[in-house]
Nanobody, 127 residues
Framework: QVQLVESGGGLVQTGGSLRLSCAAS????????MGWFRQAPGKEREFVAG????????YYADSVKGRFTISRDNAKNTVYLQMDSLKPEDTAVYYC????????????????????WGQGTQVTVSS
């Protein structure tokens, strides 16, 4: 089992940047595929970005492609989401997720693919 703690959220102006971090407990972090999701008020949780166990494969939602970058540091048990050129529509609670028993080079993108979730961190982009 893994526990996930997100950090790095906050208030930023349109066009600004934020870097989210997700620290995972345990010694088997490299065996988990990781992902970021977000949920805006009144909307369903949606996929943002995913990264494979190896870090060699990534996948992004069309809405963030070219602006967000997911990465991981298996030595630090941490996954990151670098968010650039932020827009008001990026405002949401951002959640880190982990999937156990994942294919080494596959980045997952469905909500139901993930087994473990963090508590979320708020990102607010002002216009």
């Amino acid at each position: 089992q893994v526990q996930l703690v997100e950090s790095g959220g906050g208030l930023v102006q349109t066009g600004g940047s934020l870097r989210l971090s997700c620290a995972a407990s345990g010694r088997t972090f490299s065996s988990y595929a990781m992902g970021w999701f977000r949920q805006a008020p009144g909307k369903e949780r949606e996929f943002v970005a995913g990264i494979s166990r190896s870090g060699g494969s990534t996948y992004y939602a069309d809405s963030v492609k070219g602006r967000f970058t997911i990465s991981r540091d298996n030595a630090k048990n941490t996954v990151y989401l670098q968010m650039d050129s932020l827009k008001p529509e990026d405002t949401a609670v951002y959640y880190c997720a982990a999937r156990q028993f994942s294919t080494y080079s596959f980045a997952y993108y469905l909500l139901q693919d993930y087994n473990y979730w963090g508590q979320g961190t708020q990102v607010t982009v002002s216009s």
